[in-house]
C-alpha cells in the first residue's frame, strides 16, 4: 500500500503539518471582545449592564458548544486554539476523503489536502480565532454532509431508505446552524449529480436530491429573518441595484483574495515590501480576475468533470456570503475556508498533471510544485503576521477592560458558589 492511500498516516501527516504552522498561536491570549463575552455567558450569571450583547443572537447550539468547551478549558485559551488545530487537521483529511472519493487519484487528493492545511487561499483566520471553534466544527459538518451524500450515490444507489441518507439528512439538519450552509450544500449536490450522471446512471432530480431540496427550502425560509438582517448593514436609501451590485462586485473581490489577500489591515506596513506590493493591488487585481475567470470557463468547457465539480464548489462557497455588504478595501477571509477547498483541488489537479506530463526528465518534473509551494510559503507568512497582530490586539485597552470584567464575574460566581456550599 502506497504512503498516499495509508489513511491513518495521511491524518497523522496532516495533524502534524497543522501542529507546526499553527504552533505560535497556543500560547495568545483571547483578543476580540466576543471570545470574552462568551466565557462570561459561560458562568451562567445574568447580564450585566456593564456586558456587551453581540452574542446574544448566536445559535442555541453554538451556546451550548461554547458552554461545553468552557468546562473542558475553562479560561485557558490554549485548550481552545488546539482543538481549532485538531479540528483544522480533521477537515483537511475530510477533504483527501471526498477527493479520493470522487477523483479516486491519491495523489491530487493527498497534495490538494496538504495545500488545504497549509491553509492555501484562506490562510488560517478562521482557526486563529478561540470563539470560531464552532464555526470549524460547522465546517465538519458540511463536509461530511456532502461526503454522506456523495457516499449514499456511489454506495448505496441513491437510495433513501439507507443508512448513508439517513447521515445525510441528519448532518444536513445540523448544517442549519451556521447560516447559508444549507444553500450552499444544496448547490454543491446539485451540481455533484450534474456532472457525475453518467456513473450515478440516475436522473438529475432523483428523490434524495429532491428530499434534501425540500428540507433545505424549510431551512431556507426558517431562517428568512437571518438573511434579512444583514441588510442593516446597507447604506441608507439602498435598492435592489444596490443588493445586486453588491452581490456581483463580491464574487470577483472574494476569488481574487485566495490568490492575492492584502487589503488595508496592520499586516500592511508603510515602507515594506508587502506595502509597495500593496500599491500595485489596482493593476494586480484586475488581471487576477481576468485570469481565474478565465481559467473557471475553460475549465468548465474543456475540464473533466472532477474539474468542474470543485470549480463549482468554489463558486457556490462564496455566493451566500457575497450577500454581505463589505465597505472599502477590505474583506473577511475567515470566509474563504470552504471555497478554498476547490481552490487547493484546482492548484493540486494542474500541478500533478503537469509532474506526470514530465516525469523522466530529471529535476524539470519537479516544477510544477514550485506554485503549490509559493502559496504555502505565502500562508505560513500570513498566519505569523496575523498572530503578531491579534497578540498585540490582546493588549488593546478594550479587550483589557473586557478580561477585567471577566475576572471580576468570575470571582463572583465563586463566592456565589462558595456562599451555597
Request: hydrophobic residues 55%; proline residues 3%; positive net charge.
Amino acid at each position: 500500500m502506497r504512503f498516499s492511500e495509508n489513511r491513518s498516516q495521511v491524518f497523522l501527516i496532516l495533524l502534524g503539518i497543522s501542529l507546526l504552522l499553527f504552533f505560535p498561536i497556543l500560547n495568545n491570549e483571547f483578543w476580540t471582545v466576543e471570545e470574552y463575552e462568551y466565557l462570561e455567558k459561560s458562568l451562567d450569571l445574568s447580564g450585566s449592564e456593564e456586558v456587551y450583547h453581540t452574542t446574544g443572537d448566536a445559535h442555541r447550539l453554538v451556546n451550548f458548544f461554547h458552554r461545553i468547551e468552557y468546562q473542558l478549558f475553562g479560561d485557558i485559551p490554549t485548550g481552545y486554539y488546539l482543538l481549532n488545530i485538531v479540528l483544522h487537521a480533521i477537515n483537511a483529511f475530510l477533504l483527501y476523503l471526498l477527493i479520493l472519493m470522487t477523483l479516486r487519484d491519491s495523489g491530487i487528493s493527498l497534495l490538494a489536502a496538504v495545500l488545504f492545511v497549509f491553509a492555501v487561499g484562506n490562510y488560517g483566520k478562521e482557526v486563529m480565532y478561540a470563539a470560531g471553534v464552532s464555526a470549524l466544527l460547522m465546517k465538519t459538518i458540511f463536509l461530511g454532509t456532502v461526503m454522506a451524500y456523495i457516499s449514499n450515490e456511489i454506495h448505496s444507489r441513491g437510495k433513501v431508505l439507507s443508512l448513508r441518507y439517513l447521515l445525510t439528512l441528519v448532518l444536513f439538519a445540523v448544517a442549519m446552524v451556521n447560516l447559508f450552509a444549507s444553500l450552499s450544500i444544496m448547490g454543491i449536490v446539485f451540481f455533484y449529480n450534474l456532472f457525475f450522471r453518467k456513473e450515478r446512471e440516475r436522473r438529475l432530480f432523483s428523490p434524495p436530491l429532491i428530499l434534501l431540496f425540500a428540507l433545505g427550502l424549510a431551512i431556507t425560509l426558517f431562517q428568512l429573518p437571518d438573511y434579512l438582517r444583514f441588510t442593516a448593514s446597507y447604506p441608507e436609501g439602498w435598492g435592489l441595484g444596490f443588493f445586486f451590485g453588491n452581490f456581483f462586485v463580491n464574487i470577483p473581490r472574494f476569488l481574487i483574495h485566495m490568490v492575492f489577500p492584502m487589503h488595508i489591515t496592520g499586516l500592511v506596513q508603510e515602507g515594506g515590501l508587502v506595502e509597495m506590493v500593496f500599491q500595485l493591488r489596482f493593476w494586480i487585481r484586475p488581471l487576477l480576475g481576468f485570469i481565474i475567470f478565465s481559467y473557471a470557463v475553460y475549465g468548465f468547457v474543456f475540464g473533466n468533470k472532477n474539474l468542474r465539480f470543485f470549480i463549482a464548489w468554489t463558486f457556490i462557497s462564496i455566493l451566500p456570503v457575497c450577500l454581505r455588504y463589505f465597505p472599502g478595501d477590505w474583506l473577511d477571509i475567515k470566509f474563504l475556508y470552504l471555497a478554498s477547498a476547490g481552490f487547493c483541488l484546482i492548484l493540486a489537479t494542474g500541478t500533478m498533471k503537469m509532474f506526470r506530463v514530465l516525469r523522466g526528465r530529471g529535476w524539470r518534473m519537479f516544477l510544477p510544485f514550485l506554485i503549490p509551494l509559493m502559496f504555502s510559503m505565502l500562508s505560513v507568512g500570513i498566519v505569523y503576521q496575523l498572530d503578531r497582530a491579534y497578540e498585540e490586539r490582546a493588549r488593546t485597552p478594550q479587550i483589557r477592560a473586557m478580561k477585567f470584567q471577566y475576572l471580576k464575574m468570575k470571582r463572583e460566581a465563586i463566592k456565589a458558589k462558595e456562599a451555597i456550599e
